[in-house]
């Protein structure tokens, strides 16, 4: 099974973020990167837009908790930053679980 660790320097977010490559729903957006090591490195990012800490930290939990649940099925050796947009405060956990594995099948070379 395969472990990933988080993203925690602002360094590293930026370079995720610098390899241009992102795809997006209604929910959520995705940026990948490859980091070279043979494990994920996941980030989550939600913006003081979608509201107060409590909620803010009740979807940076629904993302990482379906990001676990599901990381089988993603490719190994990449830098992952998932930031979740304003219409991700009102869903439930299917919705963001569904929404994570859409955006992860549009990155194509992201899921085995």
Do not use: W
């Amino acid at each position: 099974m395969k472990f990933s660790e988080s993203l925690k320097s602002n360094r590293d977010f930026k370079n995720v973020y610098g390899g241009r490559r992102s795809y997006a729903n209604r929910y959520l957006v995705m940026y990948v990167l490859e980091n070279g090591l043979d494990k994920n490195r996941l980030g989550i990012s939600v913006s003081k837009k979608v509201g107060n800490s409590v909620v803010r930290h009740h979807v940076t939990r629904l993302i990482r908790e379906s990001y676990r649940l599901n990381e089988g099925m993603f490719q190994s050796g990449l830098d992952i930053v998932v930031v979740a947009r304003v219409n991700a405060k009102d869903i439930k956990f299917k919705e963001i679980e569904s929404a994570l594995l859409h955006v992860a099948r549009l990155h194509k070379n992201v899921l085995i």
